[in-house]
Every structure is written in structure tokens, then in C-alpha cells.
């Protein structure tokens, strides 16, 4: 009997230990998860915006026409 009434005692005591122990645990895996979505965020922003300016610059090559000749005449 008295064995497992100190054995509660410990499991009452290590508890709040733990729970406090995953609480900071899920806050801190909470914050990185925040904080790669926003990092990939500003990549996926950084290469639309890659892509807009390869696109005019393509635009701007085939509407010329000494490009366009060139690519028409195999060159």
C-alpha cells in the first residue's frame, strides 16, 4: 500500500512536468512551422516574380523581328 501511494505521488508530481514539457515542445514546433511556411511563402513569391520577368523578356525577343528572322531562318 504504501509503495503505491508514493508511486501516485511521483506520477501526480512528474505530471505537470510533462505536460509543461509538451506544451513547449508543440509551442516551439508550432513556431518553426510558422515561420518555413512564411520562408517558403517569400520563395514562391521571389520566383513569380522570376517568372514574370523571363516571360516579358521572351515577349520582348520574339516580337522582335532581326530575333524572329534569325529563329525563321534557323539561327
Known amino acids: 500500500m ?7 505521488q511521483d506520477n501526480i508530481l512528474t505530471r505537470p512536468k510533462q505536460i ?13 512551422l510558422s515561420y518555413t511556411i512564411v520562408d517558403q511563402q517569400k520563395q514562391i513569391e521571389q520566383l513569380q516574380e522570376q517568372l514574370q520577368y523571363e516571360q516579358i523578356k521572351y515577349k520582348i525577343i520574339i516580337n522582335d523581328p532581326l530575333v524572329r528572322d534569325a529563329m525563321e531562318a534557323g539561327g
Open 20 to 32: 509543461v514539457s509538451v506544451l513547449l515542445f508543440s509551442v516551439w514546433v508550432i513556431g518553426w
Open 2 to 8: 504504501y509503495f503505491n501511494i508514493n508511486k501516485n
